[in-house]
């Protein structure tokens, strides 16, 4: 079975500065997604990022990025200038890709990240 | 375009009583999701159903059964409530291949 792992429970980050939101997970698949999902005081859960396993180049969006190690199985999430509006609950999920339990999400159990004016 | 849309929002249930959590999507996807979230645990997968007709057990699918009445829409009933089942309950539905999932809006389920 997959597990996710979010070693950091909550943490705090001064706004316009840059954070890290750490992600390790556990597999045996050599196909798989990862995602970085945040969800707001308002409960809605919003997709911040996808990454292929297969693809070499970190994915971007926009102030998002990640960083991808596949080989030490570590995908963290770095928030630039970071705005008020980034306080939330961020959630990092696996999803396998064949096999029993494919295109099933496996989230790790957050990190609350609060953005300091 | 509605996305995913979960009835109700909100919910108090007596121990014991039964009630049915609804889910429908409108974007023509294959796969649907019922999700749980506690505090402290993230989101834990109750049951799934990979493709109309199909239903199967996730994590923790004790205490709930699941119906995918056509592609549309994919219920979560609870046959008699225990307040163990009281928490934050996620419908999401997403392409077979890959592709994020998109999630409701979530149900609060307080059962005393």
């Known amino acids: 079975a997959q597990t996710v792992t979010q070693s950091q429970p909550e943490m705090s980050v001064q706004e316009a500065e840059t954070v890290t939101l750490s992600c390790t997970y556990d597999?045996?698949?050599?196909?798989?997604?990862l995602f970085w999902y945040k969800q707001p005081p308002s409960r809605q859960m919003i997709l911040v990022i996808r990454?292929?396993?297969?693809?070499?180049q970190n994915a971007t969006e926009n102030r998002f990025s990640v960083n991808f190690q596949k080989a030490a199985k570590s995908f963290s999430l770095k928030i630039s200038d970071s705005q008020l509006g980034d306080t939330a609950m961020y959630f990092c999920a696996f999803m396998k890709l064949s096999g029993a339990g494919s295109y099933q999400l496996t989230f790790g159990k957050g990190t609350k990240l609060s953005v300091i004016p | 375009n509605a996305g995913v849309t979960q009835t109700p929002k909100f919910q108090v249930l007596k121990t014991g009583q039964s009630m049915t959590l609804q889910c429908a999507q409108d974007?023509?996807?294959?796969?649907m999701y019922w999700y749980r979230q506690d505090p402290g645990m993230g989101l834990r997968l109750i049951y799934y159903s990979a493709s109309e007709g199909t239903t199967d057990k996730g994590e923790v699918p004790n205490g709930y059964n699941v119906s995918r009445l056509n592609k549309r829409e994919f219920s979560l009933r609870l046959e008699s409530a225990a307040p163990s089942q009281t928490s934050v309950y996620f419908c999401a539905s997403s392409e077979t291949v890959g592709t994020e999932a998109f999630f409701g809006q979530g149900t609060r389920l307080t059962v005393v």
């Open positions: 974007m023509n996807h294959n796969s």
């Open positions: 597999t045996s698949e050599n196909n798989y997604y």
């Open positions: 990454q292929e396993a297969y693809k070499q």
